[in-house]
């Protein structure tokens, strides 16, 4: 009934960024204007995406961008995934 291939897990990363209030703490300075830069498959196409938009913003000392492993999120009882 159904198919008998497996698909690697998908390992879903948000890369986001945005203006700080402050180098200290991470709390936007408006909510409005966070850079949703998108979700990637792997590590490592979201670590090279957050790369692209952190050079892209290096003027700005109270711009960051943030790596957020999205699979932890969706599945917590795994742990370490």
């Known amino acids: 009934m159904g198919d008998t291939t497996t698909s690697p897990k998908q390992l879903l990363h948000l890369v986001f960024g945005g203006e700080l209030t402050s180098l200290e703490g991470v709390q936007f300075r408006d ?41 932890r999120l969706l599945e917590p009882e795994n742990g370490k995934a």
């Open 31 to 71: 909510l409005k204007d966070i850079d949703i830069v998108g979700i990637y498959p792997s590590y490592s196409e979201a670590h090279t995406a957050w790369k692209a938009a952190a050079q892209r913003t290096v003027d700005n000392a109270m711009t960051r961008y943030f790596i957020v492993h999205m699979h």
